[in-house]
């Protein structure tokens, strides 16, 4: 816009220079008596009235086209449309105007996107809640409506007190697992990563699973040497390796292993949890991290399928990643790399 004004200002003093020019030929006119003379000086006063003429006529156009551009540059943004450089190798007041409109249309374009991706979470969240809370609730309405019957024998009453107590405790650990997904998915939470030793991290996410495995007779051990230590989220990062610890013990038979191995791994160190589990066929191994994901096989076990999807995100937000290798039968080896 700085050259457009000194476009407008230049104009306005080029006219003032001819006015003072016209007053000056006229004065040489009057003050030069020789016809032939005369006539060469009016003929040159019309060729620079004609330049400046054409010139002013040339600087209008320029400054039309200039508006025109960056109109059309406005209509396609504001039509969703990208716009266009219209003059890309140029070095001109236009190009510099368009790039930096250009630049303002992908930012807004990209914010626009990430809205319409956490809509799209948002929804898809909504819909998963609804649907895992309806089973639960609708079972608990049906108890209820038994239980209110006077002639209900005393060891039915005590059966469905029992299942009502499973129910509501499905939905307290399902509304607990929805809420810490939905604060990794949204941001809402935050990590505080420190260099501290793996060994404690490693302790305090096998404490959430000694019961389990005792009641299954499953064999859980460590070997992580306690001088290894790496930049994490204690908290957080015991709360990955517990859920995928908990699938292990969940899905190993009874009398089975579940045991961690830690050892450097390039850049990363490497956590590998493995279990003589029923195993995963290879073609699910991305589907069992999905937000509630269950095979068919394991429907029956008591699960919601957010444990996985809940590592990962952990994981990946500190700059890790998991990987899964498994044989049908055999077990499972999940390994969770996290930086060095």
Request: proline content about 3%; aromatic content about 8%.
């Amino acid at each position: 816009m700085k050259n457009r004004l000194s476009g407008i200002t230049g104009i306005a003093l080029l006219a003032g220079s001819l006015g003072l020019m016209a007053a000056l030929l006229f004065i040489l006119w009057e003050s030069v008596p020789k016809a032939s003379v005369r006539y060469g000086i009016l003929a040159l006063c019309a060729g620079i009235f004609l330049t400046a003429g054409l010139w002013i006529a040339l600087q209008r156009h320029q400054i039309r086209q200039f508006a025109d551009d960056i109109c059309e540059t406005f209509d396609a943004a504001i039509a969703g449309r990208r716009p266009e450089l219209l003059h890309p190798y140029e070095d001109s007041l236009t190009a510099k105007v368009q790039g930096k409109l250009l630049q303002y249309y992908d930012v807004m374009h990209e914010e626009h996107l990430q809205s319409q991706r956490e809509k799209q979470t948002l929804h898809g969240l909504v819909s998963d809640i609804s649907h895992q809370v309806k089973t639960p609730v609708a079972n608990l309405k049906l108890y209820t409506g038994i239980l209110k019957r006077p002639d209900l024998p005393a060891e039915k009453r005590e059966l469905f007190f029992h299942t009502m107590d499973a129910q509501v405790s499905r939905l307290d650990f399902l509304m607990q697992s929805l809420i810490k997904l939905s604060r990794l998915e949204t941001g809402t939470f935050t990590l505080n990563p420190v260099k501290t030793r793996l060994s404690d991290t490693i302790a305090q996410a096998m404490d959430t699973v000694w019961a389990k495995a005792e009641q299954k007779q499953i064999e859980l051990s460590a070997a992580c040497d306690g001088g290894i230590t790496v930049q994490h989220d204690p908290k957080w990062t015991a709360e990955a390796l517990g859920n995928i610890l908990d699938n292990a013990v969940k899905y190993t038979p009874a009398g089975g292993q579940v045991s961690i191995t830690v050892r450097p791994w390039q850049f990363y160190t490497r956590i590998d949890i493995s279990d003589t589990g029923i195993g995963i066929p290879e073609e699910h191994y991305n589907d069992v991290f999905q937000r509630f994901y269950r095979a068919e096989e394991v429907a029956a076990e008591e699960g919601v399928g957010l444990g996985l999807s809940l590592a990962n995100g952990i994981i990946t937000r500190q700059k890790g990643y998991i990987s899964v290798k498994s044989k049908v039968g055999e077990g499972t080896t999940f390994s969770v790399y996290l930086l060095s």
